[in-house]
């Protein structure tokens, strides 16, 4: 593991050794408490992670409403109804949701109510509707009906004092309703990490405007918002540059962020600047690591703020940012560090190769009952990975998986709820 000093440049060079994955994980969950809290609106909650027990201080509902549209009764004074000896009540005034009747209920007469209206004193049933005539001020009803029937009680949602939702909660779109129910127009969240995402490369034209005869258009940056996003983060900011290493070192430097992403010129080319900048302005912790794709890796220090050395190459930037800094941003986030990825057992239909010493990301689809592996090869093919279906991460004292063996897999077609 590197000790992360000025003199840590292995531009033109290589790397005299690399950090294990199990390694760089220690290092990223040792340095990724949870971020403090703040109030939040519920119309912005969504998605958000509980700091804190949502305790109900009052009953929901509040009152006796009833359940039904029909017609508030004495359930005793049902008694005998049917459909060839219908009761009559005359209809003595409505309650409306909002509006209760303006008088208790009288001996032998009924209430027209509807669904969510206070169910008036005196009244211990609702008829719903269906079950009811209503002509010229008078009601006929066909069957009798228990105390209590289509009527919601008193603290019949919530009731007071109860734990609603518990901190480390992540809030769903429900979660927010039952919120809003309480009376609550804030809540109190983990505050999302601020993300800063810097592309770098002399070769990269942005998207939508000309592009140089030897240039490529720059990728990872709306691959790395959406990644961030996802696992809870907030773009603060985008900025793609060129080799310059003044340029780079402004944007590493400046405050603000709690998570720097830097994509390109993270190895050991001459035009690899980010290294040993964070070295110089910070702490680089680890620089390479046992795995492939990903394995030019980093990640250090500078100030509050974690950065992390995206490799340039598509797939490897999207498989480094999966196993540390996605972790890293889902950590400050309060949610859990695991992967955001659906996963199942799968068979292996056709040899998995790997070498022992790294770990392996191996792009995978199915075919038929099993998986194989994707037929390709090459870190900066990003196509392979909407070709695939899903990945298989292969251990480092594994040679890789034989047709039958049972493997995870890591499905790309929908995240978890983290």
Sequence with gaps: MSTGSLHDDVRMRGFAAR????????WVDEQTPVLASVSEPLSTAHGRVLAEDVVATFDVPPFVRSAMDGFAVRAEETAGAGLYNPLTFPVSSQSLPGRPAPCPLGTGQAIRIMTGAPV??????????????????????????????????IGEDI???????????????????????LGMSHVTVVRQPRIRIVITGDELATPGEPRGPHQIYEANSPMLYGLATRDGGRIDGVERLPDDRAAIRAALSAPGADVVLVSGGTSVGAEDHAPSLVAELGELAIHGIAMR?????????????????????????????????????RRQGGRSSDWSYRRSTEVVGRKIVSSVGRVDYCRI??????????????????????????????????????????????????????
């Design 120 to 153: 008036p004193f005196g009244a211990t049933a609702v008829v719903p509707a269906e079950s009811a005539r209503e002509m010229n001020g008078l009601v006929e009803i066909i069957e009798p009906l228990p105390v209590g029937k289509n009527i919601g009680r």
């Design 365 to 418: 689809r199915r075919e038929g009952s099993s998986i194989v592996p994707l037929a390709v090869s090459g870190a900066s093919v990003l196509s392979s990975t909407t070709r695939a279906d899903g990945f298989v991460v292969i251990r480092a004292e594994s040679e890789g998986h034989a047709p039958g063996e049972d493997v995870t897999v890591m499905w790309y077609d929908a995240a978890e709820s983290q």
């Design 19 to 26: 950090s294990t994955v199990e390694q760089a994980i220690r």
């Design 293 to 329: 794709p990903s394995s030019p890796t980093g990640m250090g220090r500078i100030g509050k703020a974690l950065v992390f050395l995206l490799p340039g190459n598509p797939v490897s930037c999207l498989c480094a940012y999966d196993f540390f800094a996605g972790r890293a941003i």
């Design 159 to 181: 009731a007071a004092e109860t734990t609603v939702l518990r901190q480390g909660r992540r809030l769903r779109p429900q979660d927010v309703g039952v919120l809003a129910s």
